[in-house]
């Protein structure tokens, strides 16, 4: 099995970034974690950031036929991306959408998400945690 882990802007900046809602752990620590996880449940991972919507649809475009799952944090683009929607839409493939923060308990603006109509499942909240229950819920429902 092949999972894309697929990161929204401004989530290269983990660690730096606002760490009382988003923790201290850097986007490498994230990385590092969730290969970590992958070798430990013998699948193969991938993790891409972008802080462009455009290079987030590719990407998406990229996974049909390469990744059986993705898990994806779209950050600020959860909110408004009609276009990250299509695009999963267009593939197909399982996603799991992921929250670091509790964006329910946020702006009302964080409380609407486009991916959200696609996605199967959403982990909010759970920190960088989240993206491991993420992973092993593809793992579990798909391997
Ligand atoms: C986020 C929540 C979004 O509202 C925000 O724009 C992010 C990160 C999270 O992981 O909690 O960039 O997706």
């Given at each position: 099995?092949?999972?894309?882990?697929?990161?929204?802007?401004?989530?290269?900046?983990?660690?730096?970034?606002?760490?009382?809602?988003?923790?201290?752990?850097?986007?490498?620590?994230?990385?590092?974690?969730?290969?970590?996880?992958?070798?430990?449940?013998n699948i193969?991972?991938?993790?891409?950031?972008?802080?462009?919507?455009?290079v987030l649809?590719?990407?998406?475009?990229?996974?049909?036929?390469?990744?059986?799952?993705?898990?994806?944090?779209?950050?600020?683009?959860?909110?408004?991306?009609?276009?990250?929607?299509?695009?999963?839409?267009?593939?197909?493939i399982p996603?799991?959408?992921?929250?670091?923060?509790?964006?329910?308990?946020?702006?009302?603006?964080?409380?609407?998400?486009?991916?959200?109509?696609?996605?199967?499942?959403?982990?909010?909240?759970?920190?960088?945690?989240?993206?491991?229950?993420?992973?092993?819920?593809?793992?579990?429902?798909?391997?």
């Open positions: 099995m092949h999972l894309l882990i697929l990161n929204g802007p401004n989530l290269n900046l983990l660690g730096l970034r606002e760490p009382d809602i988003y923790g201290k752990g850097s986007y490498a620590d994230l990385c590092g974690m969730i290969q970590s996880h992958a070798t430990e449940r193969t991972v991938e993790c891409k950031q972008s802080n462009h919507e455009g649809v590719e990407w998406i475009q990229d996974a049909y036929g390469n990744a059986d799952g993705i898990v994806f944090n779209p950050g600020a683009y959860t909110h408004t991306s009609i276009a990250l929607l299509d695009a999963l839409k267009a593939v197909g996603c799991v959408e992921v929250h670091i923060s509790d964006v329910n308990e946020r702006e009302p603006f964080r409380q609407i998400s486009y991916v959200a109509l696609y996605a199967e499942k959403r982990i909010i909240g759970q920190g960088l945690n989240g993206y491991l229950e993420a992973m092993d819920y593809l793992i579990d429902k798909y391997n």
